[in-house]
């Protein structure tokens, strides 16, 4: 079955929207810490995914992750400093399943598409799961975050490995386009 727009424009509405999965990045940090000081940093004990879905908290993920965070810093002159670091850093993911209804005019026979019916006339529904990652720098004295990034985007489970990574990359990069803060 295919979405039609026939009498409810919501529903075409609803499949463009949900065929974007536009990554959102949003930032905040503490306005008295002095960024000029901040030149090295070391990773957590823990820094890892911490999601207990096994399809996301993997080994590969977590060193493309690392990978591309230490690349984005190196490439702004941060160095990595395991004694005395200026800002330590960690990362985790937070993972939803969402749900979205619309109401929409389906014919039968028609090319398949992901809405499925959730009862009689003319309701459909969308699930999908919604991914973030989170990157903080902590104050090593304090266990402080003085800056937090985060991206979130649709999951797209069907990605191969190769693909998988350079959203990843991407996300980091976009998060660590606004550290330090100006």
């Known amino acids: 079955m295919r979405l039609r727009t026939l009498a409810l424009p919501t529903a075409s509405l609803l499949a463009a929207v949900l065929a974007c ?20 940093y070391r ?3 823990v820094a890892t995914l911490g999601v207990a879905d096994t399809r996301l908290d993997t080994a590969h993920i977590n060193a493309t992750i690392r990978d591309a965070v230490q690349s984005e810093l190196w490439a702004k002159g941060y160095e990595q400093d395991t004694t005395a670091p200026n800002f330590l850093i960690d990362y985790h993911a937070i993972l939803e399943h969402r749900m979205v209804q619309a109401l929409a005019q389906m014919h039968p026979g028609e090319a398949d598409t992901d809405l499925v019916s959730i009862g009689p006339g003319n309701r459909y529904a969308r699930e999908f799961d919604v991914g973030t990652l989170v990157i903080d720098m902590i104050e090593p004295s304090t266990e402080r975050v003085i800056w937090r990034g985060s991206a979130r ?7 191969s490995q190769e693909k998988m990574d350079r959203r990843i990359r991407d996300a980091v990069k976009q998060i660590l386009q606004r550290f330090p803060p100006t």
């Open 21 to 40: 999965g536009t990554m959102t990045v949003d930032t905040e940090y503490a306005p008295d810490t002095d960024w000029a000081a901040q030149q090295t």
């Open 43 to 45: 990773w957590t004990e």
């Open 153 to 159: 985007d649709e999951v797209d489970w069907t990605l």
